[in-house]
Every structure is written in structure tokens, then in C-alpha cells.
């Protein structure tokens, strides 16, 4: 009986021995463990495919090995793309923001903050005038300016109310103003209540400043030779669109003596408070219409009933509900 081979055609007795041979390069030139794939190849005669398979499936598992390392054209290279992507000049370091130039540099991998300048701001809360039917329109005023840093400001306020050719409730504080938290300053400083009526002056310690919440707060305490007062205002924008606010506000007066000449009593004197519906045209120019209310209550109520008239002053409680129109603005 002849041999099986010497039956096999001639292609396929040279397609065996071509991958016989390529199998035996394989096996000269790879290491561990390709000598499994290796002899699957002797024994069945694998494609390059069938056999990129089986080694990665024979190399699963196995750790990865550190890159050798570089020597001759490689190591040059790499020494190059070094030398490429390291700044000649190491950065320059700014001690003050005003050193610094745009875009400005990291201080010990803090952006810092511009708060070193001096700046005059302005901002005039309420110019407006209320008005009632069958009585005057009272006209009103109340703002405040600064100038001065982030840190330490020198601020004036100053509020009043303009009715029957007179000033009344006009009020002018000169304050030394000093940051002490990112949302709180505190304040000291001089009041004096120059109007139509006689003038007083008084001490003047508070704080004001943005409390939880996004309230804004004022609280200020006066002192002088004829007694103490206090003042606490409060007053929150609720945002109904990106130019439209609601903002109610209140102000309460307190005073530990009475005086007639200027219309308050002791305990709490007098509340002004209002609802008022603004819209932004641009930020600096802000009209409003509004509800106001402004009267005095408990004892300066009653001396107001009793005095009141002598100093031509509008004494009737319930009746200063006024309809507010106005302007809020700041440069």
C-alpha cells in the first residue's frame, strides 16, 4: 500500500509544507509562551489570524512589563521633546495685585483678588414720590456713596422726605466703614439729623451686610447726651425674571427719650416700609411702582396727635398707604 502523502495532490502537499516552514521560523524567533502557538501551528497549520487570537488569549493574564530602557536615536529623541515642552523661564511671581498683568498669574496656586483699589460708588436706592388721592405727593430720597477699597471705605448716607415745602425725617450719616468678613462690614461714624426741624447729632456704631439667605441688613446703634437710639433695616430682592424684582423693605426706629420738636417718642418710634416692583432696563437704570407705608406708632404716635399740628406734619395713622412711583439707580 503506498503512503498517504504520496496520495495527497500537489497543492496541498505544498500548502503543508509552506506552513510547516513558516511555523518553524515562528518558532525560532518567539519566546514563551508562544511555543504554544507555535506548536498548534506545527500540528494544524494556522492562519496569522487564528493565531494573533490564540497568543493574546495565551498572553492574558500575564503582567506588564516595564519599557526597556531607551539607548542611541530613541534616548536623543526623547531628550528633545524634553527640551521642547519645558519653559525656558520659569514664571513670574507677583507679590501685588496691581504688579500683576492680565492674564494674571497664580500667587502660590491662588488667583489673586483685586480688592487693593480705591473705587467711588454711588447708589441711590429710592427717588420717588408717593402719592394719595386728595393729598400731597410726598417726594423721598434715600442712598448711599462710598470711596475707598474693598477693606476700608468712607461712606455717607443720606435719606429725607420733601412734603409741603418742608424736610422732614432728614437724616445724614458720615461713617468710617472696614470689611470684616467677605459679606459684613462694620461701621462707625457720626449721624446728623439736619431737616426744616432742629439739628441733632449723634454716635453711630453698626454693621451692615448680606446675612443667610441673600438678606440685606443694616443694623446701627446712636448714642448722644440725651439718650440712645437704633435703627434696623432689612430688605431682600426676590427675582421674578432676569430684569424684574419684587423687593420688600422695612425700617424701624427706636429711641430711649422723647422729643417732641422732632417728632418721635421712646421705645419704638416710627416704621417705613414698602413693596416695590422694579424693572432693570440696564442695571444702573431701574423704575418702580410700589406700596409705601410710613407713620409713627405706639408713644410718638401720640405725641404726634397732640403736637403734630404745630409742626405741620401729616399725624393721621391709616392714611400714609401711598401709592410709589420711582427710580433706583447707581454710577
Do not use: C
Request: hydrophobic fraction near 40%.
Amino acid at each position: 500500500m503506498a503512503p498517504l502523502a504520496s496520495a495527497q495532490p500537489a497543492p496541498q502537499a505544498a500548502k503543508a509544507g509552506a506552513a510547516k516552514a513558516a511555523a518553524s521560523v515562528v518558532e525560532a524567533t518567539l519566546k514563551p509562551p508562544h511555543h504554544y502557538v507555535t506548536a498548534h501551528m506545527k500540528a494544524h497549520a494556522l492562519s496569522m489570524a487564528q493565531m494573533r487570537q490564540q497568543n493574546q488569549e495565551a498572553m492574558a493574564g500575564w503582567p506588564i512589563m516595564p519599557a526597556p530602557p531607551l539607548h542611541g536615536p530613541a534616548l536623543q529623541r526623547q531628550r528633545r521633546l524634553l527640551r521642547a515642552w519645558t519653559p525656558r523661564k520659569p514664571p513670574r511671581v507677583v507679590h501685588r495685585a496691581a504688579d500683576a498683568k492680565a492674564p494674571i498669574p497664580l500667587i502660590d496656586g491662588v488667583q489673586p483678588v483685586l480688592d487693593r483699589g480705591r473705587w467711588f460708588h454711588a447708589l441711590l436706592e429710592q427717588l420717588e414720590g408717593r402719592y394719595l388721592p386728595g393729598r400731597n405727593t410726598d417726594f423721598r430720597w434715600e442712598g448711599q456713596m462710598w470711596y475707598g477699597t474693598d477693606i476700608n471705605k468712607f461712606m455717607v448716607k443720606s435719606e429725607g422726605t420733601w412734603a409741603k415745602g418742608v424736610v422732614d425725617g432728614g437724616i445724614q450719616q458720615f461713617l468710617y466703614s472696614r470689611a470684616i468678613s467677605p459679606y459684613w462690614d462694620f461701621q462707625t461714624g457720626i449721624r446728623a439729623d439736619l431737616d426744616s426741624g432742629p439739628a441733632d447729632i449723634w454716635g453711630a456704631v453698626g454693621v451692615q451686610g448680606l446675612s443667610l439667605y441673600e438678606f440685606e441688613l443694616q443694623a446701627t446703634g446712636y448714642f448722644n447726651a440725651t439718650g440712645v437710639a437704633a435703627r434696623l433695616e432689612a430688605s431682600y430682592d426676590i427675582l421674578i425674571t432676569k430684569r424684574l424684582f419684587l423687593q420688600p423693605e422695612v425700617e424701624l426706629n427706636f429711641y430711649s427719650q422723647d422729643n417732641i420738636k422732632r417728632g418721635y417718642g421712646r421705645g419704638l418710634s416710627d416704621i417705613d416700609g414698602g413693596l416695590r416692583l422694579r424693572y432693570e432696563f440696564w442695571r444702573k437704570f431701574a423704575p418702580y411702582i410700589g406700596v409705601t407705608y410710613e407713620g409713627p406708632v405706639g408713644h410718638a404716635a401720640w405725641l404726634r396727635r397732640h403736637y403734630g399740628k404745630a409742626r405741620r406734619i401729616d399725624t393721621g395713622l391709616g392714611k400714609n398707604l401711598r401709592f410709589t412711583f420711582g427710580l433706583r439707580t447707581w454710577f
